[in-house]
């Protein structure tokens, strides 16, 4: 780095990128500092040691310090504990020079996209196609999420909550009907199943038939056989199945 240079381009492009007159005293301080290390590419400097020169409080170098790390020209690295933080000065000349060719690079591309709309035009078609893909993705995620959100709103026992998942998981593999319509009329089933169960027991007696469904890889729900029933309720079971064998239950 070239201590002339460097300084005459800080006072050059000091009116677009401005600083105050403490930040100012900091950065002559750390220029001078760093050409006597010849230049290093990062030194050390005690905090007591800038304050003796400068005579700046701590507290009016601190706000320097970020003044000038915020307007990009030095880098500060604090270290641990009362150990000396590193500083690196930003060379002013080279980061002028990267700046100039970037803007060149940007009109380059300009003038490369304006001769090139049908390029455009078939990125814009890509994009089109792929937010529209992404939109049918967030749509079956929203739909598998209306499917929970009705069991939530449905009951607010978690052991019921899990069994209708689980069940929904048997519907989808027995390629049964699976639309909110469709979930809304097993709920209602499930509910009138247990309108004879004390209302206490009615949450048990609601998992204890969604259990036996899934149990059984039926996608409907059906009475819990009664002891008192010819085989166990097994027969009425039965029975009740055959009716919906070639019928894709709503429930």
Known sequence: ?????QLNTFYRILPNNPISPTAQCFYTYLLNK???????KEFKVTNSVIMAFTG???????RARNELVQKGYIIYKKDSGNNAGK????????????QS???SEQQC???SEQQTDNKVNTLNKHKLKTKTETNKKE???DKKETFDELINNYTTNEELREELKNHLATRKAKKATLTNRAIELSLKKLDELVKSVPVNEQEGMKIKIVQRSIERGWIGFFPMPENNKKGDGWDYIKQESRKYEDQDLPF
């Open 1 to 5: 780095m070239n201590y002339i240079k």
């Open 87 to 98: 500083y690196q000065i930003i060379e002013l000349v080279v980061h002028i020079e990267q």
């Open 56 to 62: 700046l409080s701590i507290s009016a170098l601190q």
């Open 109 to 111: 591309e300009q003038q």
């Open 139 to 141: 749509s079956k995620k």
């Open 101 to 103: 060719e970037q803007q």
């Open 34 to 40: 760093n050409n006597e290390l010849s230049w290093i």
